[in-house]
């Protein structure tokens, strides 16, 4: 009678004295997989006819090798340099029984091979009780070396014993595992860093809370911390800063930011700097920012500002023009460093631009897309107006997501570990690492560390070998950004970079909603501003959509506004009509400061007396610097960060056609309310002719003279 079979995928059965499973079937193919792991392809009828078919049997007994369902290949590599060498010096026997070489391979034979008991000629029975003598084994026991060899390759021939695979975690009950997990993730962002008892006591708690009281006990503290140890890469007693940022990392495969062309992705943030500066003015130190802007495509820095702790849209919005500006040579930089020693053609960049011809080795690059940070002063209307006349487009990266932007996360430690630490005032990423006297180290002023930050950037960063960039053809040789900077103008070419000679005042924030032009000038943040100029324009509209006059200024600096004449096209600087003649620049946080003592005194900006108020309380803020022994830290602060912001802001502004400026306000007659910043003791009217060649030098005394007395 004829017998059927029925054969599904995932079956097991019996072929040759050895079990099998069918893996596929195609046609009248079969595939299978023996229990030992070895492939192969039957035609069905010569299965179904062979006596030794068996259909429909048992599944083998799951193995106890520990090591089942890895990669024999890594384990092996894995082992311990004695038992592999011991597996392979067994595999050389071997291949000496079946080919009579211990290389498996007549070509490279040893010296003395083959051996007159192991030569080819022979039967192999014989060489199989020839390595049985010399092994002191039996000739069974090589027999079945030879057979484990054939099936499993080198892994069968490895001591089992020693190859023993750990498991630390297998007497863990798999509910306290679950537990220590769920507690860490729930602990990684909220808490605070704590020590391991808090921690046990917190799980416990949870052990209880899902399978009842005393139900699964912990194990002893020690294991309970070594399991800790093996279960959480950022453990509970970490600091924080550590465990959230682990937290933040996506819950995928990380993604790459991709360029291929310079200007292609820009990517801009802000970062504390690790260095202390010192103000020689307040005699103290005080916090730096560093904002940068990076080109993915060929890692080059293209533009930095450094300022005091607070930066501002409007440092966003300059340093997009900074990045199309070339940046300029220094006196005392070498020529080396200059823009026509980079492997571009120079001749032709020049017909274009003419300001490269006085240029560092900087690449001048012309921005695609923005890849920006979460922060407020990115987001601001500054930033956006600006990539709006420049068409260039804004992405920004997810809160609280480094990743989006790992170029510059990590170009920020490469300056951390290649400039700030060898900078006098280095301060250490944290209290923890930051020295006793790193104030008294501080001897540089902010200008000061930006002429450095910035011959790092051209003399060194820009020419050293990056690990991230890659000749094209060629990915074991690294090149430089300047390198790959020219390597990518022979595929993508030059891009000319927008100049405009107004181009700081167009960048500058507009008062929000215009501003009326009223017979005694443009109020603005409570203050007045005048000049000659709007005397034309008083009570006028506007010939802009809401009648309203765009009015703009410099949060750096309030002393000034800044109004556009749509007659002539020209700019006009208009000034505050109470300002005092001996008043010093300000920022917006001055005049909020100063608003705030105004309010403490009960004033009210619906008073026609307030603008004098509000001068009054700024001249008193200032003229604190009569006795600099007497600041506070805020004082201090504030003096610093006022200087150099007004710094800042007349430097941007030199770089554009300068705007009309306002009239000198008239001297004051009457002796003003508070001394001035610097008191100075009038000159008498008859020592105005003093001639200093009528006074007659002192004697200096000669100690040798007085010795010889």
Known sequence: ??????????????????????????????RLRSASGH?????????????SFRAQTVPPAVATDTAAGLDPGGVLALLPNDVRNKALELEGHLQEVTTGYTSGDRLQAKKGEPRSGYHPDLPIATRVETKAAELDLTARRIWQLLAQWKENGLWALVDRRKARLQNPLRNIDERVITAIREQAAVERRDSSSSISTRFRRR??????????????????????????????????????????????????????V????????????????????????????YTVELTIAIDVATRSILAWRLTPAGTKAIDIGLLLADVMTPEPMRPDWADALRYQMLRVPYERHLSVDERLAEAAARPVI???????????PYKSDVVKRACRTWRIDLQDARKLQPTDKPQVERLFLTINEKFAQHVAGY???????????????????????????????????????????????????????????????????????????????????????????????VELNHLVYDAPVLYQYRRAKSPYGTGLWPIRYDPRNLLHAYFHNPRDGKWYTLRWTKALSDLQPFTDITLREAKRLVELRRGDPKDKHYQEQVAQALCDLQNRTDAPETWSKTDRKRHTRDRHRADAQAQDEARSTPAVPAPAPPPDTAKPATSPLHVVPDIPDEDDDFDPNTVQPAEVWNPRSSQEG
Not at 4 to 19: G, K, L, N, P, S
Not at 366 to 376: C, I, R
Request: proline share 6%.
């Open 366 to 376: 012309y921005p695609e897309t923005l890849l920006y940070d979460h922060g407020k």
């Open 203 to 256: 799980v416990q708690n949870r052990l209880d809370a899902d399978h009842g009281t005393g139900v699964v006990p912990l194990p002893k503290e020690s294991t309970f911390r070594r399991a800790v140890k093996l279960l959480l890469h950022r453990r509970p007693c970490d600091p924080a800063d550590q465990r959230i940022s682990q937290d933040n990392q996506p819950d995928r495969t990380f993604g790459n």
């Open 1 to 30: 009678m004829e017998q059927r079979h029925r054969i599904a995928v995932t079956d097991w059965i019996e072929f040759e004295e050895e079990q099998h499973q069918v893996t596929g079937v195609t046609g009248s193919l079969v």
């Open 258 to 285: 991709i360029a291929h062309r310079p200007g292609q992705v820009v990517m801009l943030d802000t970062t504390p700097l690790d260095v202390l500066a010192f103000d020689p003015v307040t005699n103290d130190t």
């Open 39 to 51: 492939h192969q392809t039957i035609m069905l009828n010569t299965l179904l006819t062979d006596s």
């Open 427 to 521: 301060k250490g990423r944290n209290t923890a690492h930051r020295g006793e006297t790193v104030e008294q180290q501080a001897r540089w002023a902010l200008d000061e560390i930006a002429e450095f930050f910035a011959e790092y950037v051209i003399a060194v960063y820009q020419n050293q070998h990056h690990t991230g960039l890659h000749l094209h053809g060629f990915p074991d040789l690294n090149t430089s950004p300047n390198g790959a900077y020219a390597m990518a103008l022979g595929s993508a070419g030059f891009v000319d970079s927008p100049r405009d000679p107004n181009l700081y005042y167009e960048l500058l924030p507009i008062a929000a909603r215009g501003r009326v032009i009223n017979p005694y000038g």
